[in-house]
């Protein structure tokens, strides 16, 4: 069960990310924020799959890593909530819903980037207890360490003001696609990683 809820939750994941760039693509705001929601759980529950099968010397650096993923996804379930329930049906006063309107600069677009800032350092500590035993593994591993770059990146950009109101939207489309194109191999290494691992208790 421990294999088959990496397994899946990391399909999950990958399918979702690959799902969010084509919404970039064709600008479907509610297929983005659909899908962004289900990664947030799938990748909670990938973590979940690390720490079980973590060494029992890197356990605690894998719950750090399932705690921090759990922040993530608080913060992203915030986020798109919001722009598919309150947004879409505008169900607060009018200047409720332009401070939480998804936007370049706007408040909840502070919160989304440092929720995704979260999730790399999440990434980076499951990294650190990846044990490696094939060249895909060492691939995963790298890759996931190389993503925690984007924690203190999505934490210290916003205080300056980098993404403010005049933003253009097609910089930050082409910033959610590079990621994209990054993030999808990561999940499905982690699938095959699943897919051969032995259960602990077979």
């Not at 099968?53 to 605690?60: G, H, P, V």
Request: aromatic share 16%; proline share 1%.
């Amino acid at each position: 069960m421990n294999r088959k809820l990496g397994l899946y939750s990391s399909c999950i994941a990958a399918i979702c990310t690959i799902v969010f760039g084509v919404g970039l693509t064709i600008k479907f705001d509610f297929l983005n924020y659909f899908s962004c929601m289900i990664l947030s759980w799938s990748y909670v529950l990938l973590t979940c799959a690390y720490a079980f099968y973590a060494k029992e010397d890197r356990k605690a650096v894998a719950n750090a890593g399932v705690a921090i993923a759990v922040i993530y996804a608080v913060f992203i379930n915030l986020v798109y909530f919001s722009q598919l329930t309150t947004v879409v049906y505008k169900t607060a006063d009018e200047a409720i819903l332009d401070a939480i309107t998804f936007r370049a600069g706007s408040w909840l677009f502070g919160f989304d980037i440092f929720g995704y800032g979260i999730m790399a350092l999440s990434t980076f500590l499951i990294g650190l207890t990846i044990e490696v035993k094939t060249k895909k593994d060492k691939w995963m591993k790298v890759m996931l360490l190389l993503h925690g770059v984007f924690f203190p990146a999505c934490v210290i950009l916003p205080m300056l003001n980098i993404f403010n109101a005049g933003t253009e939207d097609a910089s930050g489309i082409t910033a959610l696609m590079v990621w994209c194109i990054y993030f999808a191999p990561i999940m499905i290494l982690s699938a095959l990683h699943f897919k051969n691992i032995k259960n602990k208790f077979e």
